[in-house]
């Protein structure tokens, strides 16, 4: 999530408790699977260069904090009782996802991923499915106006939509709230694609949340396979704990979608940045949005992301 935020210095949350046992809204997830919550986004990266090079374009100066792999990952959030993450393939790593595998590989059932590949490639559906024989349940999107309003122009783009249709495969949205017309557009074109929409779609980027977009984003209700993620706390609203001021914006949702349809995810390590937190972003969910039901809190916490990413 290109924002504000994202390059300053990074804290590691320190040892914490967690009230209460795992969330029984993830029982849809293999038997075996780790017990608690799910963060549904997270990126991870290793500054080992040399092993999992850069895409052109990117260099060592775009990977801030310089590290933060599957172990540092865990270290934080097992300890506040998050079982499993959905991992994101980073910008910097462009159509090279070896290093999200390797992780998923390293530690199976804990984590789900969200890859990037190249619509254009005349492979593109060959590549889909070989991922998501290794485990990928979603695709990355980046979901400006101008690319959104150019969807319907391209044939990977639409083989994409369609291929998840088919496969069951999510359609993970970075959007701004001015491309969410468009988005509701190929939502309709294609109502059997899963969708998940990030961060709320950026809305309260700029501070106070923007009634009109939410109202946007909350119309996007009527097609049953949109999701979207209450995450990224650090970047939105007042962007300072406990968040009580996104309370509202995660109500609207609530009511508009159901909390079937909502995940909390954080967008480590960007969440991390200093006077911000994990400990602080899980709880505005787990105990300060005191309109959830302790069922639609499981959901929120773990059940949709166990249906969709797991």
Not at 97 to 120: Q, T
Not at 293 to 304: C, K
Request: one cysteine or more.
């Amino acid at each position: 999530m290109h924002m504000i935020g994202r390059r300053a210095l990074l804290r590691t949350v320190g040892p914490g408790s967690l009230a209460g046992a795992a969330l029984a809204a993830c029982g849809a997830a293999p038997a075996t699977a780790p017990a608690g919550f799910i963060d549904a986004h997270v990126h991870v990266w290793t500054p080992d260069v040399d092993g999992y090079p850069l895409a052109p374009g990117s260099t060592a100066r775009d990977m801030a904090p310089p590290s933060f792999t599957d172990a540092e990952l865990l270290a934080i959030c097992r300890p506040l009782g998050v079982g499993r993450v959905v991992l994101i393939q980073m910008s910097f790593y462009g159509f090279d996802n070896s290093y999200m595998l390797d992780c998923m590989e390293r530690h199976p059932g804990v984590f789900g991923g969200v890859a990037i590949v190249d619509h254009d490639a005349a492979d593109l559906a060959a590549t889909m499915r070989r991922l998501a024989g290794r485990g990928i349940r979603g695709f990355r999107l980046y979901a400006s106006r101008a690319r959104a309003e150019a969807w319907h122009e391209s044939p990977g783009l639409e083989r994409m939509w369609s291929l998840g249709a088919d496969d069951g495969l999510a359609m993970c949205l970075l959007a701004d709230p001015d491309a969410l017309p468009a988005i509701d557009r190929m939502c309709t074109s294609h109502p059997r694609t899963p969708v998940v929409i990030d961060h709320f779609a950026r809305i309260g980027m700029g501070g106070a949340v923007d009634g009109q977009a939410l109202d946007a984003l909350c119309a996007l209700a009527r097609h049953r396979q949109v999701h979207v993620k209450t995450s990224a706390f650090y970047a939105l609203g007042r962007k300072r704990p406990p968040y009580d001021d996104l309370a509202d914006m995660v109500r609207r949702l609530r009511d508009a979608f159901g909390a079937r349809r909502l995940m909390w995810a954080t967008d480590c390590p960007y969440q991390l940045a200093v006077g911000q937190g994990y400990e602080p972003s899980l709880a505005l969910i787990r105990d300060r949005c005191d309109f959830l039901s302790d069922a639609e809190r499981a959901d929120v916490l773990g059940g949709t992301a166990a249906r969709l990413f797991f």
